[in-house]
């Protein structure tokens, strides 16, 4: 949501909302639904909490006015001290069109330093993927599988029903 004088200024319209904020993502936990449990635990410890909003504001009114020099050296750093940036987008629950033409789907990708997984929802369903440099994950079909491989241990942990027009999609990339 943006405030009526961020939705009316031309110079701040556009601009996305966001920060960065680190968190331990617990992969030691023995089972998916562990593992989900243990990163929503995480994850709603950062949404109740004032670090978002502290990091927000020093991005904006610290580092933003320091020299250009110090901004690249300040990311540079943030950067090399994480492994992935995880990023969730919740996108339109309800068509969109472009150029007269429903959009049927959306993706994210962001090219970054570190590897970065983006995930994006749009008319009920989730679009996911991980961008990363091939000269240092030298497997990334790898990634896919054991993600795939994660998504259905979740599932079927949790009683969820997978819908056929997803298993579809997830057996297709296991042959991809």
């Known amino acids: 949501p943006r405030s009526e004088s961020e939705a009316s200024d031309p110079t701040r319209v556009l601009r996305n909302k966001f920060c960065f904020v680190s968190a331990a993502m617990p992969v030691g936990q023995p089972t998916a639904a562990e593992r989900l449990t243990a990163a929503n635990k995480t994850m709603n410890g950062l949404k109740n909490s004032p670090v978002a909003p ?13 020299p250009l020099v ?24 309800i068509p969109v069109m472009a150029a007269g033409k429903e959009i049927v789907g959306l993706q994210m990708v962001f090219p970054n330093i570190i590897p970065q997984v983006g995930i994006l929802s749009y008319r009920g369903m989730v679009h996911a993927n991980m961008v990363v440099d091939d000269e240092v994950v030298t497997s990334p079909e790898m990634l896919r599988e054991c993600f795939v491989e994660e998504l259905r241990e979740m599932a079927a942990s949790l009683g969820v029903e997978v819908p056929e027009a997803v298993a579809g999609r997830l057996a297709a990339l296991e042959g991809f």
Request: glycine content about 2%; overall charge positive.
């Open 54 to 66: 502290m990091q927000l504001w020093l991005q904006d009114n610290l580092v933003a006015k320091l």
């Open 70 to 93: 110090a901004q690249r050296q300040f990311a540079f750093d943030a950067f090399s001290r994480h492994s992935v940036v995880f990023s969730n987008v919740p996108g339109p629950k």
